[in-house]
């Protein structure tokens, strides 16, 4: 019976180790169109997203790429070469950063050039105990001055 009682407090542990353990946020995947119904543009030209995040470009069109990097200045953080209508290229963001990119054909000539920024998740809101009056956060800008108002003196009639 004592065997018993121990598995009963090594469940009753590990189920409240469980519950409280804090699950990781899930990272996001962005899409971005390539070329889309022919034309020579990035769709959206520009994602901001977070660290573990992914950007998933999709071939709207024929002969293009994504390339890190300024047009004819590729800096080899990826490059997905010549793809076609249909094929998808993804790419999983660990730091934070502005990432250019262009297609490789299109950069130049056409401006076919998008942006990936990577910014640091806004921290969570503090949480107050209880009594615990929150935070004032200074005020901004010019401090206004209540007017001065003219009172008009009523005689009876």
Not at 35 to 51: D, E, K
Not at 79 to 97: C, E, K, V, Y
Not at 106 to 124: D, E, F, L, Q, Y
Request: hydrophobic residues 35%; glycine residues 10%; charged residues 10%.
């Amino acid at each position: 019976m004592r065997i018993s009682s121990w598995r009963l407090i090594l469940i009753i542990a590990t189920a409240v180790s469980l519950i409280g353990y804090a699950k990781p946020v899930s990272a996001t995947t962005f899409n971005v169109t390539i070329g889309p119904n022919g034309n020579l543009v990035f769709s959206p030209s520009s994602v901001t997203i977070h660290p573990g995040d992914q950007v998933k470009w999709t071939w709207g069109s024929d002969g293009h790429s994504t390339t890190s990097g300024s047009p004819g200045m590729p800096n080899g953080i990826w490059d997905s070469g010549l793809r076609n209508q249909g094929a998808t290229f993804t790419r999983t963001f660990n730091s934070t950063g502005t990432f250019p990119y262009y297609c490789i054909p299109h950069g130049g000539c056409c401006a076919m050039v998008g942006t990936v920024m990577v910014v640091n998740a806004s921290p969570p809101r503090r949480r107050l105990r209880r009594g615990q009056a929150p935070r004032q956060r200074p005020r901004q800008g010019p401090v206004l001055q209540p007017r001065q108002h003219r009172h008009l003196l009523q005689l009876p009639l």
